[in-house]
């Protein structure tokens, strides 16, 4: 078994310029490794908030563009890296071309590489070997918010993964991930990366939320 604790990456997706700067406070910055500066904020903003959390974390996180590219994969990850971007993701359901000009991008920029499965048919088993292939940096579990939102459950939707059986790639994990079902998942998933959102960004203490799941992740070596 390898001991080595996951990575502690937080989720910035539905909100204000002015509430991702209220939050991203030292404390926080403290607990986490990661900065995903989600789709919805991209999409309300454009890559120029890449620039901006930069700044306002000194530099000194890594920056996670979570672009979910589906085309023109050499343009839109280089449009991302440029704005300060150290990870940048592609859907595994785009065409293999696709997925190869980002691989092929991120190498060059010495940036990483995310292939987020939540289009993937688990049914195209092409495709999946194809990913395997590839070596991403990491694969995304990711069950979609408007799952959740209809009782969908990450354990239950990873036990399908033949990632996750074979664990042949790191995985990153997102979706409904709460310090009341952190333990369960690094156990059972073992997952290089764990992704909190909502669980903190929404939280009537979003510093308590994030230092009682980095608590946990720390304590829980898999």
Excluded at 91 to 103: D, H
Excluded at 106 to 122: E, G, P, Y
Excluded at 175 to 180: A, C, E, L
Excluded at 198 to 207: E, G, L, Q, R, V
Aim: glycine share 4%.
């Amino acid at each position: 078994m390898n001991q080595r604790k996951a990575l502690f990456q937080i989720a910035l997706d539905i909100l204000s310029k002015q509430e991702v700067r209220e939050l991203l406070t030292p404390e926080i910055l403290n607990t986490i490794d990661i900065v995903e500066i989600g789709t919805p904020l991209i999409i309300r903003y454009g890559l120029s908030i890449i620039e901006e959390i930069k700044d306002w974390t000194k530099g000194e996180k890594v920056l996670f563009a979570d672009t979910k590219i589906a085309d023109a994969g050499q343009w839109e990850a280089n449009e991302a890296i440029s704005a300060g971007a150290n990870m940048v993701s592609v859907l595994a359901g785009a065409s293999f071309e696709t997925l190869e000009e980002v691989r092929d991008t991120v190498q060059l920029n010495q940036a990483k590489m995310v292939v987020d499965i939540i289009d993937l048919s688990l049914s195209d088993e092409n495709k999946i070997k194809f990913i395997d292939s590839l070596k991403p940096d990491y694969l995304c579990i990711h069950l979609a918010t408007d799952v959740i939102k209809k009782g969908g459950s990450l354990l239950e939707f990873s036990r399908e993964l033949p990632f996750v059986t074979s664990r042949r790639l790191p995985l990153m994990v997102a979706g409904g991930i709460h310090s009341r079902n952190l333990m369960d998942i690094l156990i059972n998933i073992q997952p290089a990366v764990v992704v909190a959102g909502s669980s903190i960004t929404k939280a009537s203490d979003p510093k308590r939320e994030a230092q009682h799941m980095r608590r946990i992740i720390d304590e829980t070596i898999v």
